[in-house]
């Protein structure tokens, strides 16, 4: 095939070169207008359509199809003249596996971007999540296979490469030796994404807390997944970690969590009225949701008593403020109304001055 091509037996033919440059140019002009046809037709039954989803998918689609088109018009035109096929059929082994990928990936782009849009109108927080995740690992997995698969086809068509291919074959075993320890970490970060996707340990938009790190997971891809702290700090962890090692999902079925405020006091504090004043500012909250909102002694030490004040919320967020909110407020009551139920364990300078002044 590359032989029929070679620069160096070209006996330049102006006219024919002239010739095949109008119909390349005829080729091409008319590819251009079926394609703007036939993608106008399409877009204005896509804008008729109630969804966004139809008009997504001519978008992304119609770059790789206009050249793929062109590409055809210029395979038709090289059938009938043998300057152009002799071009054509040099360059075909490389263009039109590239072409095809293109389409093929942004198929699934398309796809991915359409999922994602149809899972932003769902009314259940935990499906979308769960919808995204999927469809983010899945359409990534199936954009690197493509990828991959396009430049094995295109190097294949070179003739070194093959022959290099041929030659590896003929030492499988020690080739497939090689590229089992080359492509270990390849295979292990696309094993554990597969298994993300479809165990969903975690997905995008959950709260975690891993090595120490708590935030949301903001992307997930095939080697790592980004986790975003509160204050806008990415943390980068490995996939297997998650699959490998413990970590906390605060958002794994709902939002709706109980936190703790814990307050240490001084023994011979009252608890009655503490606990009705936490009975009494708890409802005036709008992030408390109802479900929890109690008072306990959980622990009585020789120099201090333990009170831990259980509260929930709908969301992370609110509860997160609920509870500073309960923090301060309960803090200030008792300094206000029972300073003596605060621990001070501070010697004063006056006290100090009277204790010398006593010896």
């Known amino acids: 095939m590359f032989e029929r091509f070679d620069p160096r037996n070209w006996s330049i033919a102006w006219d024919e070169v002239v010739v095949a440059a109008v119909a390349i140019a005829i080729a091409v002009v008319i590819a251009f207008v079926i394609h703007k046809i036939v993608f106008g037709l399409l877009g204005r039954l896509a804008r008729r359509s109630h969804s966004d989803v139809d008009e997504l998918v001519f978008d992304r689609l119609a770059r790789p199809i206009r050249w793929s088109v062109v590409a ?8 009938t003249n043998p300057n152009i096929r002799a071009v054509w059929e040099w360059i075909a082994p490389l263009l039109v596996p590239a072409l095809v990928g293109w389409v093929a990936l942004s198929l699934v782009r398309a796809f991915a971007a359409a999922m994602q849009m149809r899972s932003e109108l769902s009314s259940d927080p935990i499906a979308a999540r769960s919808r995204r995740t999927r469809v983010a690992i899945l359409s990534r997995t199936a ?47 696309l094993i554990a994404g597969m298994q993300m996707a479809l165990t969903e340990p975690l997905r995008i938009g959950d709260l975690v807390v891993i090595e120490g790190f708590s935030g949301r997971v903001e992307e997930i891809r095939m080697s790592f997944v980004i986790v975003r702290t509160w204050d806008e700090r990415a943390i980068v962890v490995p996939t297997s970690s998650f699959l490998e090692k413990s970590f906390e999902n605060w958002s794994r079925e709902s939002e ?15 608890v009655a009225p503490i606990r009705a004043e936490f009975e009494s500012y708890l409802p ?12 306990l002694m959980t622990e009585a030490y020789p120099e201090s008593i333990e009170l831990r004040i259980a509260v929930s919320a709908a969301t992370i967020p609110d509860l997160w403020t609920l509870r500073c909110a309960v923090r301060e407020h309960m803090i200030e009551w008792l300094r206000t109304e029972m ?21």
């Open 256 to 270: 709706q969590l109980t936190g703790a405020v814990f307050l240490h006091l001084d023994p011979a504090a009252a």
């Open 72 to 79: 055809i018009a210029i395979a038709a035109v090289a059938q």
């Open 339 to 359: 300073p003596d139920a605060l621990i001070r364990h501070r010697l004063g300078v006056e006290d100090a001055n009277a204790g010398v002044q006593g010896e």
């Open 143 to 189: 954009g690197f296979l493509i990828v991959m698969l396009t430049v094995a086809m295109m190097l294949l068509a070179i003739p070194g490469v093959r022959d290099v291919g041929v030659t590896l074959m003929a030492s499988a075993g020690l080739a497939a030796l090689a590229v089992g320890a080359a492509a270990q970490p390849a295979l292990k970060s």
């Open 284 to 295: 005036t909250r709008a992030e408390w949701d109802g479900r929890t909102g109690e008072l």
